[in-house]
């Protein structure tokens, strides 16, 4: 049999117990697991960064692998805790919107509520879920236990409505999805979206004062303190300088506009 | 045979190579065993913070878990290096109280002083006994070497002595013993002291000019920019608030007084 | 068999998915792998960082473990992949220096040019080679397939030129080469050569305002508030502050000048 594998992704940071104490519970119900992590430094609560975030490495992972992912503010209150199978993968958290890009990636098969207290820790928390709940379940399933024993089945879970680009006109609107450590600057414009849009005419990429006219097909095709756009590993639009920091060079945050503009309606910049 | 798990907690950060070094001497030693961090950002040197950290942690564990723990000022001076073993699991760092906590709650078995050199490194540095001395005997014990081998029982081992909170007249004094990622105040108060001294009377808990009057059960109870109290996941008093941050709002550091008051001793809030 | 032992040093952080999309793409190769991180907190690609902190690191583990390093300022451009085997080791990652100082202190066997597609991720972004390259091509190493099915031997590889200590008359001129989590000022001066500069004669070593005039042998042995130098665990000269920070209390950053006198050319302080 595979080795079971199980992952977690979480607003923990690593700097508290809190993620010792999940792994702890999950290798104390089954020592034999294999945990890696995904990131424990999602934003305080930012649902949203945690959807991204997975989304962007579950699908690395074997097939089975289990997701833990625990990015929680309702936690205590009425939010379920949800186990959400795909086709490939099992998602064990909150109901709270973290797994829909995920989901919607790989293909919802069943999503249960989670109630069979036998699979929990004995005593439950109201302010730690991730310990008490998710985890001993998360363990669990890596034993093969079969996802229905867990609950019942959902009809209605919770999606996050992520705003999509939008197209009006020959403007193609944006906005900046996330920033990694590099400063790269990480947009909502999927590849496939993005060259739908651009036909290819020429087009320009602005973002804060600057103007872009081409696409690099790496970092290395950039130069110096001159920001470039290209397809990012994750198959999204990306803003990056060579060698240097894009967000520290136009100022740009989480959330900001960028515009692709083609043809006529090419903006004058300024 | 179960799969040996030793923990690790430090306060050498991830940035360096100290930690992976730890690893590395261990894996040669017996590639078997898991690894698993606790944390790696211990104050530098903050005794009292790794031992609360390593006590909130351990004992998810599975018994028998070999627990790491270097946080060591006197390095290279007379502390003496140990090893000592509680009801459920054995503990490996330097003697200057860190293990003072996880001790209290497990019950102490022995303390064995660690003087056997055939379990160390075969060169010992002055500055890095995580690496030479007790990351080699952690893997050592982990292949189920008898404790007793390593050393002399010891009668004396050094204690933390953790300020404990005070009962003055109809006011209980604590103080603020760590603060987590999310700024959460956790308290030295514990769950039954806070209890049987309140008796089920009406209360006032005082930190800085907030007054708060009631025990939430979980952070979805509280209001926003509101702080409040409850019984956070370690069985401490916590301050908190609900998608905020109770640090920052209260401006709170490790340390800082709070007042728990009953009935006639309830003070003027000014 | 020996359970192979695969270690990732990056500069990718650990806020982001990168690391953990290398992880699960090795996992899904053989997931009999065990992990360790070595770090991912290299500043952005600092190449030279890199170097000394794999070459600190490496050697503490097991013979026969598969090194992965990605500090790749040049992904998608012209330099090429690499698989660097020494006497006891395999590395893996870009040719850019990075394996320099392992390589050097192990001795190199043989340099592969990685070319042979078959062990990379069927779609190779021009962005993130640790993920599409790298990670797998570790993974089937694992499997203990012959470096030299990956690829065509090289005759020449990039060395990073790192300057080496420098004697003029009775002065010896170093620098920081790193500064770790503790404010320890780790220099490039070897033991060796300082021994041999020194040849037991007084000596003074001069950071900043500061005259050191002797050697400890621990932390402990020094004065709170005052630098004192030492021969680090790395092996090399080290100014550090017993409970405190050197970096701060010396206000001094990586590059900075050390010199060291012996004798009559011991400078006038000021």
Redesign the interface.
């Known amino acids: 049999m ?2 079971p ?1 199980i ?1 977690l992704l979480t ?8 993620v ?6 999950i ?2 119900i089954n ?2 697991c ?8 999602v934003h ?2 930012d649902v949203q960064e945690g959807a991204i ?2 989304a ?7 097939k089975g ?1 289990i997701h833990v992912a625990v990015v929680d ?6 939010r379920k805790p949800i186990l959400l199978q795909t086709k490939n993968y099992l998602f064990v958290g909150p109901d709270n919107g973290l797994f829909t890009l995920a989901a919607k990636r790989d293909g919802v098969k069943q999503v249960i509520h989670l109630t069979h207290r036998k699979y929990f820790l004995p005593d439950i ?4 879920h991730g ?2 709940i998710f985890a001993p379940v998360a363990a669990h399933l890596s034993l093969a236990i079969n996802p229905r024993r867990f609950g019942n089945k959902l009809d209605h879970w919770v999606k996050l409505s992520l705003k999509e680009p939008e197209v009006k006109g020959k403007n193609l609107y944006g906005k900046i999805l ?1 920033i ?3 400063g790269n600057l990480i947009t909502n414009i999927e590849k496939e979206i993005f060259f739908r849009f651009i036909k290819d005419q020429p087009f320009q990429i602005r973002v804060r004062e600057k103007i872009i006219r081409d696409l690099k ?5 950039g130069k110096k303190n001159d920001p470039m756009a ?1 397809i ?2 994750g198959g999204f639009l990306e803003i990056s300088v060579r ?1 240097g ?1 894009a967000q520290e060079m136009l100022k740009m945050k989480r959330g900001d506009p960028i515009k692709i503009s083609t043809k006529s309606q090419i903006p004058n910049p300024k």
Not at 125 to 128: D, E, G, H, K, Y
């Open positions: 595979r080795k594998i992952t607003d923990f940071g690593t700097k508290d117990h809190y010792a104490s999940m792994k702890g519970v290798l104390s020592p034999q294999t945990l890696v992590d995904i990131t424990h430094e305080p609560q975030l997975l962007n490495a579950f699908s690395y992972f074997p692998t503010p309702g936690v205590g209150g009425r928390s109201n302010t730690f310990r008490d996330l990694d450590r590099f097909r790496g970092y290395d095709e290209l990012g590993s060698e920091n």
